[in-house]
């Protein structure tokens, strides 16, 4: 065999480097690489990852338009917190938390002033939360302050289903609130109106209502509660605020349930965060939060810095992070409008449903939920049945399919069950296919006789 010098164009890709001298993984390398070694190291290694257009575990949106991705591959490198350097950019931010406030029927909109939507662009809804909250607890405060009353001795406290995604579980243990979580039950598994009532007291800054949980897909009801607490306040002047925790719903709900009141057309409804890179349609992590209006966000709240360039407000958790990602919620505010959301938004809902009623044909499944809220599925065993949830969502693997098996919230978790995340790019062809692959695993697991596969819960975000 001649001998090919390593830098000839001649030389196989796999003869250098990348075959002959082991890469630190835990530490810097002596040496350097060449770009295209480094980028083939890294591919090769990716791609022992699962397919993310076959995980239907996550929320999270995996396809965009070709020209998104270009879009935002054009703006990594703007830094969205430089909004004098930036000025596009950061018109772009709002323009696009005008277009979420709208949707949720914020007041004061002027379609002459940008700055009448009062909210910001978030890392996704785990900041938007983050935010939310404290501007509830500042104005639980700001209230006791202007009664005369010392909020420094109590406690304040947040009501909540105890099927609320962990990041309100983070923000009540970061930012010293007590968290009161509302229990699920079997067959029950969003908050009463009635739990809710009997949870709140006057340090409470505010109640937690869920359009579209993690767990089930399922709408709590929004409209209710409210009703609930405004009796509550004319009975007894207690004055509590809503949240909303729209982050799945959110992109979903005006459009295939537009006549649902569960947003800003609530007067106890004082602030809503949403899910871009979910049902936005948008890749991970661009997020909102929502305010009625300036009334609800406290003015201490927002810091004011110059060294940027100009005087800036910023109300954030962060500091730095890519405007590329607002840039792509832009696109698809522009490129699909209000029709074409509801158009997609049918379609997956109508592809949702059809698998449930699939899975309701197979003896073996008792459906949760059916896809009719928001895309998404959920669905148990019958009692009876000799394998588990988790030997379903592990055999699934064996064919591509990432479906999560986890126990129900407090106090449920008796209750295992299997959900399946409808999104863009999972179409019905894909939905036909899984519902064969989910027969076939059936049948290999009627055949075993015993379950065992797996017993370890697969809970995605």
Same mark, same amino acid.
């Given at each position: 065999?001649?001998?090919?010098?390593?830098?000839?164009?001649?030389?196989?890709?796999?003869?250098?480097?990348?075959?002959?001298?082991?890469?630190?993984?835990?530490?810097?390398?002596?040496?350097?690489?060449?770009?295209?070694?480094?980028?083939?190291?890294?591919?090769?290694?990716?791609?022992?990852?699962?397919?993310?257009?076959?995980?239907?575990?996550?929320?999270?949106?995996?396809?965009?338009?070709?020209?998104?991705?270009?879009?935002?591959?054009?703006?990594?490198?703007?830094?969205?917190?430089?909004?004098?350097?930036?000025?596009?950019?950061?018109?772009?931010?709002?323009?696009?938390?005008?277009?979420?406030?709208?949707?949720?029927?914020?007041?004061?909109?002027?379609?002459?002033?940008?700055?009448?939507?009062?909210?910001?662009?978030?890392?996704?809804?785990?900041?938007?939360?983050?935010?939310?909250?404290?501007?509830?607890?500042?104005?639980?405060?700001?209230?006791?302050?202007?009664?005369?009353?010392?909020?420094?001795?109590?406690?304040?406290?947040?009501?909540?289903?105890?099927?609320?995604?962990?990041?309100?579980?983070?923000?009540?243990?970061?930012?010293?609130?007590?968290?009161?979580?509302?229990?699920?039950?079997?067959?029950?598994?969003?908050?009463?109106?009635?739990?809710?009532?009997?949870?709140?007291?006057?340090?409470?800054?505010?109640?937690?209502?869920?359009?579209?949980?993690?767990?089930?897909?399922?709408?709590?009801?929004?409209?209710?509660?409210?009703?609930?607490?405004?009796?509550?306040?004319?009975?007894?002047? $207690?004055?509590?605020?809503?949240?909303?925790?729209?982050? =799945?719903? +959110?992109?979903?709900? @005006?459009? %295939?349930?537009?006549? #649902? *009141?569960?947003?800003?057309?609530?007067?106890?409804?004082?602030?809503?965060?949403?899910?871009?890179?979910?049902?936005?349609?948008?890749?991970?992590?661009?997020?909102?939060?929502?305010?009625?209006?300036?009334?609800?966000?406290?003015?201490?709240?927002?810091?004011?810095?110059?060294?940027?360039?100009?005087?800036?407000?910023?109300?954030?958790?962060?500091?730095?992070?890519?405007?590329?990602?607002?840039?792509?919620?832009?696109?698809?505010?522009?490129?699909?409008?209000?029709?074409?959301?509801?158009?997609?938004?049918?379609?997956?809902?109508?592809?949702?449903?059809?698998?449930?009623?699939? $899975?309701?044909?197979?003896?073996?499944?008792?459906?949760? =939920?059916? +896809?009719?809220?928001? @895309?998404? %599925?959920?669905?148990? #065993? *019958?009692?009876?049945?000799?394998?588990?949830?988790?030997?379903?969502?592990?055999?699934?693997?064996?064919?591509?399919?990432?479906?999560?098996?986890?126990?129900?919230?407090?106090?449920?978790?008796?209750?295992?069950?299997?959900?399946?995340?409808?999104?863009?790019?999972?179409?019905?062809?894909?939905?036909?296919?899984?519902?064969?692959?989910?027969?076939?695993?059936?049948?290999?697991?009627?055949?075993?006789?015993?379950?065992?596969?797996?017993?370890?819960?697969?809970?995605?975000?």
């Amino acid at each position: 065999m001649p001998n090919v010098s390593r830098h000839s164009s001649l030389t196989p890709a796999y003869c250098g480097r990348l075959s002959t001298s082991p890469i630190p993984a835990l530490r810097l390398p002596d040496e350097s690489m060449e770009p295209d070694q480094t980028y083939r190291f890294i591919h090769d290694e990716l791609m022992l990852d699962g397919s993310s257009r076959l995980n239907l575990a996550t929320f999270v949106t995996t396809w965009m338009d070709p020209e998104a991705g270009q879009l935002m591959s054009e703006t990594f490198d703007k830094n969205m917190i430089d909004k004098d350097e930036y000025p596009v950019t950061a018109a772009i931010e709002q323009r696009c938390v005008c277009m979420v406030a709208d949707l949720f029927h914020a007041e004061d909109l002027r379609d002459d002033d940008p700055s009448s939507a009062i909210g910001v662009s978030t890392v996704g809804s785990s900041e938007a939360v983050m935010l939310a909250g404290l501007a509830l607890k500042w104005r639980w405060r700001q209230k006791l302050e202007a009664a005369g009353q010392d909020w420094k001795g109590r406690t304040p406290n947040l009501v909540m289903g105890s099927n609320v995604q962990v990041v309100w579980e983070k923000f009540s243990r970061y930012f010293d609130v007590e968290a009161r979580y509302l229990p699920m039950e079997h067959g029950r598994y969003v908050i009463t109106p009635e739990q809710v009532l009997d949870a709140v007291d006057e340090n409470t800054i505010g109640v937690v209502a869920i359009l579209g949980t993690t767990f089930t897909g399922e709408l709590e009801p929004v409209g209710d509660i409210c009703a609930a607490l405004d009796s509550l306040a004319a009975e007894k002047g $207690l004055d509590i605020p809503v949240h909303v925790d729209a982050a =799945s719903g +959110g992109f979903v709900v @005006p459009f %295939v349930h537009p006549d #649902l *009141v569960w947003d800003f057309r609530l007067p106890r409804v004082v602030s809503i965060n949403v899910s871009g890179h979910k049902y936005g349609l948008t890749y991970p992590g661009i997020g909102f939060v929502v305010w009625r209006n300036s009334e609800h966000l406290p003015e201490e709240l927002v810091f004011r810095v110059n060294y940027l360039g100009g005087d800036m407000p910023t109300f954030t958790l962060n500091f730095s992070r890519p405007g590329n990602q607002v840039v792509g919620q832009y696109y698809n505010f522009l490129r699909l409008g209000r029709d074409g959301y509801a158009t997609v938004m049918h379609c997956l809902s109508d592809t949702a449903q059809w698998l449930a009623r699939e $899975l309701a044909g197979m003896s073996v499944f008792e459906v949760i =939920s059916d +896809g009719s809220a928001i @895309p998404v %599925v959920a669905f148990t #065993l *019958v009692e009876g049945t000799k394998y588990t949830v988790f030997d379903v969502s592990a055999l699934l693997r064996s064919y591509g399919w990432q479906v999560p098996a986890y126990t129900m919230p407090d106090d449920a978790t008796d209750v295992a069950v299997l959900r399946i995340v409808v999104r863009e790019g999972f179409s019905a062809n894909l939905a036909r296919a899984l519902r064969d692959d989910i027969v076939e695993v059936l049948g290999k697991l009627d055949k075993t006789g015993v379950g065992g596969f797996s017993d370890e819960a697969h809970f995605a975000h």
